[in-house]
């Protein structure tokens, strides 16, 4: 609703910009061609090429307007852009037919135009008109953001200072007598006007159609991206050196797209999480921009290698558990289990097996020798049952086993492979949990060796009262 406002209010102030340039238009060419006077007629000619250029303006506004679409997912505000570089080609040659009249009328016929309070008239109505329309469109650019309605209020500024310089040339006119002035300058100021207006006119044309074709061309501000890039290395969890930004402006509005690293092993709620943390900090810097970031892993230096071999699992699609790594003298010796589907065969999970060694082998510094145990994995439920008699067998064999107090059975299932026993023992909230762990594994040696068909045990620690 807020965007309609603003491109209604767009359309309201080009529409009296149109029905000024007109008016002002009619009454230069009128005046200039009844007094003969170039310098009028090359402002009236400037003006018909404002109202043609007001027209413009007035069409891509309403085409910027359009919200995006599939065909068009940045949006449709790059018209603006396409308008003013087509007002300043028009304006670049009537500044060129211009510049060839004035040349000729210096160097080849002078003359002196017929001066009267009209020909003062229109150009001080001029002035008035310009003066007005270019602060009222340069406050609309600056509500709407709106380059096309920044490029009009520069125009008509400009203008103001064409209409001065052709009052100018008819004053030297009109004060010939009173003044004394040299016949070569009487018969070539108004020429001299035109050349100014000319002048101004290729300014304009240089200034605001380099500024269309930079916007065309993707062009940033200097140092932006520099600027964004260090802003966004600031962020916690963002690697240095991983950095690539590409900035856009679609009228005024930035699109950013950013690819950086995180460090490997990363979730990614984590990389999600980083992500936005960037977008914000994006758009702190830039304030309406709409930023993509992409998250990749990252090797860091001071990287641990447990995080490593994690890593390369991960990016071969492979589980792993029980990772345990040593150095024995200069060598890296990485013993781990290796889940693989119960249903592949020998041959299959071993070359699986072969790919994660060479792997890490390969990118883990120094001398590495990598032990791989195969593990099983199914990913569907089993069948098991709850049988009471074995939760009594298990029980009574728990009564026996010192490394069993503090021990209460929660769950006893027979399965296929064998009994699986799950238990909770409590233990001193300060012990570490180091000193937990290697308590939970005497129990669980324990049980296997008092209990033959028991096949997995599972210890669910809890915090003594």
């Known amino acids: 609703m807020a965007n309609n406002r603003g491109s209604n209010s767009k359309e309201a102030i080009t529409t009296a910009s149109v029905?000024?340039?007109?008016?002002?238009?009619?009454?230069?060419?009128?005046?200039?061609?009844?007094?003969?006077?170039?310098?009028?007629?090359?402002?009236?000619?400037?003006?018909?090429?404002?109202?043609?250029?007001?027209?413009?303006?007035?069409?891509?506004?309403?085409?910027?307007a359009v919200p995006p679409d599939s065909n068009h997912p940045y949006g449709h505000e790059r018209a603006e852009q396409l308008g003013a570089l087509a007002g300043m080609t028009l304006l670049g040659g009537t500044g060129i037919l211009i510049l060839y009249h004035a040349f000729d009328t210096i160097f080849l016929h002078p003359g002196s135009p017929a001066v009267t309070v009209w020909s003062f008239?229109?150009?001080?109505?001029?002035?008035?008109?310009?003066?007005?329309?270019?602060?009222?469109?340069?406050?609309?650019?600056?509500?709407?953001?709106?380059?096309?309605?920044?490029?009009?209020?520069?125009?008509?500024?400009?203008?103001?200072?064409?209409?001065?310089?052709?009052?100018?040339?008819?004053?030297?006119?009109?004060?010939?007598?009173?003044?004394?002035?040299?016949?070569?300058?009487?018969?070539?100021?108004?020429?001299?006007a035109a050349l100014i207006v000319a002048g101004i006119a290729f300014r304009s044309v240089w200034v605001l159609g380099s500024k269309a074709v930079r916007a065309l061309m993707d062009d940033v501000p200097i140092g932006l991206t520099d600027r964004l890039k260090k802003r966004v290395e600031s962020v916690d969890g963002v690697v240095r050196g991983t950095v690539m930004i590409r900035t856009r402006f679609v009228g005024n509005r930035p699109f950013v797209e950013v690819k950086l690293g995180t460090v490997r092993g990363?979730?990614?709620?984590?990389?999600?999480?980083?992500?936005?943390?960037?977008?914000?900090?994006?758009?702190?810097?830039?304030?309406?921009?709409?930023?993509?970031?992409?998250?990749?892993?990252?090797t860091?230096?001071?990287?641990?290698?447990?995080?490593?071999?994690?890593?390369?699992?991960?990016?071969?699609?492979?589980?792993?558990?029980?990772?345990?790594?040593y150095l024995a003298a200069k060598e890296t010796l990485i013993e781990l289990d290796l889940e693989l589907p119960d249903s592949l065969t020998l041959a299959e999970a071993h070359r699986h097996s072969e790919t994660l060694e060479a792997a890490i082998m390969k990118e883990l510094p120094g001398p590495v020798l990598v032990t791989v145990h195969l593990e099983p994995r199914s990913d569907e439920p089993k069948p098991a049952v709850r049988h009471?008699?074995?939760?009594?067998?298990?029980?009574?064999?728990?009564?026996?086993?010192?490394?069993?107090?503090?021990?209460r059975v929660q769950d006893v299932l027979v399965t296929d492979e064998g009994l699986v026993v799950t238990l909770e023992k409590t233990f001193k909230g300060t012990n570490s949990l180091a000193q937990t762990h290697e308590l939970m594994a005497g129990l669980e040696r324990a049980i296997y060796s008092s209990i033959p068909d028991v096949v997995r045990v599972h210890v669910n620690p809890e915090i003594a009262p």
């Open 388 to 407: 009471l008699p074995s939760t009594r067998r298990v029980e009574e064999a728990l009564s026996k086993l010192p490394e069993a107090r503090n021990v």
């Open 19 to 64: 029905v000024a340039s007109g008016t002002l238009a009619a009454l230069k060419l009128l005046v200039g061609w009844l007094s003969g006077s170039l310098g009028l007629l090359a402002e009236a000619a400037h003006s018909l090429l404002d109202l043609i250029s007001t027209v413009i303006t007035l069409l891509v506004v309403r085409v910027a």
């Open 300 to 325: 860091t230096p001071d990287e641990p290698r447990a995080a490593g071999v994690r890593a390369i699992a991960d990016r071969l699609g492979l589980r792993v558990h029980n990772l345990n790594i």
């Open 121 to 192: 008239a229109v150009l001080v109505v001029s002035l008035v008109v310009d003066f007005f329309r270019a602060r009222a469109l340069r406050r609309a650019a600056a509500n709407h953001e709106s380059s096309a309605l920044a490029s009009d209020a520069e125009h008509f500024g400009n203008d103001m200072l064409g209409a001065i310089s052709v009052l100018v040339g008819l004053g030297v006119v009109a004060l010939r007598h009173p003044l004394g002035l040299p016949e070569w300058l009487v018969t070539r100021a108004d020429a001299i």
């Open 266 to 298: 990363t979730s990614l709620e984590s990389a999600h999480q980083l992500s936005e943390v960037v977008e914000k900090e994006l758009s702190s810097e830039l304030g309406n921009a709409e930023a993509i970031v992409h998250v990749e892993p990252a």
